[in-house]
């Protein structure tokens, strides 16, 4: 249950706020007193404060900035009246993670909190992504975890913040050799890779070593925006801008002033979006929803994708101009199945996260569960093994070894293949070899399904998510198929 503590120094608000939220699943508690507030939070952790900016022993200001220094991963809300709208931008510019304006409407609240809480179990996600590892498992064939040196180029001096797993494949190693480039200058970046390989672990850490550190990182999701939504949070809207803008919000723009601003999905924001994307990108100043007033704003922009923006450019999906506007460096992320090598290390800090999460020792791998993992094509890179990890030391007794017995299903079913695919392999030519009996009906099932995926990949010149779309089938059962097939492309 998630603990909210409400400082305010009206008792009808106090009340009102604790039992709304309480009938909503929280744990609420609430003081009228900022020196009193500091000593709960002292005394127990609380993961969001509703705080009011005036209050009769201190200001929302100084609260603020006690309450992040007692624990700085506790949500900050501020209340505040129409007329310190001001003062509380500036302190969601200072820490705060937004603030609401009195009047206040228990709809609006509820939204905000669950908003933030969000926010919250994204960011603890996108730092245990990527845990850096003070030690590596031994390589996979093995299972064993005898402790060897980091391979990481440079990893000491690239990062101390102990969050990242530095690979010591070929591609982790040039990747990482980019960003310690990179990080320093104030280029645009756009970061190209599968989903679930890390693209926002890897422009925070552009982030946190740029000149820019000390100052907001802001990331947005912008598949899940529509045109109408997209231009409310890059850009802010005024009170009164549309019907349901109640109060004057701040865009992602303005909550990134000085820092930088993760734009995740780009390619999916609407052509208008990108228009005026593209004007705030050479002007350096915004316009909110509904104003006519310019701001100025100074940020650094990375963004991702999980296609080629080039190959958007030449569909027709993204503007050229502002494609290029982003391109001052362009970095690869590997999927994991071009980084088995790498499979070690992950491994390693994703247990030692789940055993801190589940307070048990988690044991050791068995050898077969490395085979798997080393055979498997892992659809879902880093994110689909850490979910692995978690479901497979959830279900293993304590000390005991995890087994094949935990994995997901399509793991022990992709792994049960693994020798029929040995005894039909395919050449290049569009035949199956070692076919026996031309009328034995698997065998021509598979024959025929291995035509049509040739094909379909030669149409599309071998982009994976189309022949997916085009094949009716998602991309992992696309992957699954390849292997089986021993189609590589």
């Known amino acids: 249950m998630r603990n909210i503590l409400i400082i305010d120094d009206e008792i009808n608000i106090c ?3 604790s039992k709304f939220l309480g009938k909503h699943g929280f744990k609420v508690d609430t003081t009228m007193s900022g020196a009193t507030a500091l000593k709960m939070m002292k005394e127990k952790t609380f993961d969001l404060v509703l705080c009011d900016y005036r209050l009769k022993d201190t200001d929302g200001a100084q609260l603020l900035q006690d309450i992040l220094q007692i624990n700085p991963r506790t949500i900050v809300i501020i209340i505040t009246g129409y007329t310190d709208v001001r003062v509380a931008v500036d302190m969601v510019k200072n820490g705060a993670y937004d603030y609401l304006s009195k009047p206040l409407y228990p709809d609006e609240i509820l939204n905000l909190v669950h908003k933030a809480f969000a926010h919250m179990d994204s960011e603890r996600e996108r730092e245990s992504s990527m845990p850096m590892r003070t030690v590596s498992a031994a390589p996979v064939s093995n299972g064993s975890s005898q402790p060897v040196d980091d391979g990481a180029p440079d990893s000491e001096m690239l ?7 530095y690979g010591e494949s070929n591609g982790a190693k040039e990747l990482f050799r980019q960003i310690k480039l990179v990080a320093p200058t104030d280029y645009s970046v756009i970061i190209f890779g599968e989903t679930g390989t890390g693209k926002e672990s890897v422009a925070h850490l552009i982030h946190h070593h740029s000149k820019r550190h000390n100052q907001p990182f802001v990331a947005l999701d912008c598949g899940s925006l529509s045109k109408e939504l997209a231009a409310s949070e890059l850009f802010g809207h005024e009170k009164g801008a549309f019907t349901g803008a109640i109060n004057t919000k701040i865009g992602a723009f303005e909550q990134a002033h000085g820092g930088t601003l993760f734009l995740d999905e780009v ?5 208008d979006i990108q228009v ?7 002007e350096k100043v915004i316009r909110r929803v509904g104003s006519l007033k310019e701001i100025p704003i100074d940020v650094r922009i990375i963004v991702a994708s999980n296609e080629k923006l ?10 050229e101009d ?19 090598e790498d499979l070690p290390l992950f491994v390693d800090a994703f247990m030692r996260q789940v055993e801190r999460e589940l307070q048990k020792n988690c044991g050791k791998i068995a050898n077969e569960v490395w085979e798997c993992f080393s055979r498997y094509n892992w659809p879902g890179n880093i994110r689909e093994l850490k979910n692995v990890i978690r479901r497979a030391c959830l279900l293993t007794p304590e000390h005991e070894d995890i087994t094949l017995s935990t994995l997901p299903l399509e793991m022990k079913e992709s792994f049960a293949q693994q020798p029929y695919e040995e005894d039909h392999q395919v050449n290049m030519s569009g035949e199956l070899i070692s076919i026996t009996n031309e009328n034995d ?3 021509v099932a598979l024959q025929a399904e291995y035509n049509k995926i040739i094909n379909v990949l030669k149409e599309v010149k ?6 997916a779309q085009l094949l009716n089938i998602d991309r992992k059962t696309l992957y699954n198929k390849l292997r089986l097939l021993n189609i590589n492309y």
């Not at 390619?267 to 052509?271: E, F, M, P, T």
């Not at 071998?462 to 022949?467: F, I, L, V």
Request: aromatic share 14%; hydrophobic share 35%.
């Open 15 to 17: 009340t009102l706020l």
């Open 159 to 165: 990062d101390k913040s102990h969050k990242y797993v």
């Open 267 to 271: 390619a999916n924001l609407s052509y």
């Open 276 to 282: 005026a994307l593209l004007r705030v990108i050479q």
């Open 310 to 319: 080039s190959e958007s450019v030449a569909k027709g999906r993204f503007r």
């Open 322 to 340: 502002l494609f290029h506007r982003f391109n001052e460096f362009t970095t690869y992320i590997p999927p994991l199945r071009e980084r088995v």
């Open 441 to 443: 009906l698997k065998t």
């Open 462 to 467: 071998y982009n994976k998510t189309k022949a």
